[in-house]
């Protein structure tokens, strides 16, 4: 099962929802938290929280290991739209980027 993305307002407002491509799965697949420390604490069985300044972080290893992500099947599309939602998550202080495990 793929992750589900969440972009949160600080009250809990949906601001953007989206089922993550089914090949991201950054710790199950080797991304280990001392080289990618966001993407690397991904709970894949659970619920992990970024806030909007994480999000950057967050933002700068996704294009760090965009070949490297695409190398293991996750689509081209997906990636860029997981660099679009850590914007908006950063769009506006106290949003919060969810990712919903299985």
């Known amino acids: 099962m793929a992750f589900l993305l969440r972009v949160l307002e600080e009250d809990g407002t949906i601001v953007e929802e989206v089922v993550a491509d089914k090949n ?14 966001m993407m690397g604490t991904l709970d894949p069985y ?3 929280s970024f806030n909007y300044l994480q999000c950057e972080l967050l933002e ?9 992500l695409e190398d293991m099947g996750v689509s081209s599309d997906f990636v860029v739209e997981l660099v679009r939602l850590c914007r908006v998550s950063q ?3 106290q949003r919060r980027f969810m990712f919903i495990g299985d």
Do not use: I, L, W
């Not at 710790?27 to 420390?37: I, K, L, N, Q, S």
């Not at 700068?60 to 490297?68: L, M, S, Y």
């Open 46 to 48: 659970g619920d992990t």
């Open 60 to 68: 700068g290893e996704v294009q760090k290991a965009t070949t490297r």
């Open 91 to 93: 769009a506006k202080p």
């Open 24 to 37: 991201f799965n950054p710790v199950r697949t080797g991304f280990h938290r001392t080289d990618f420390p």
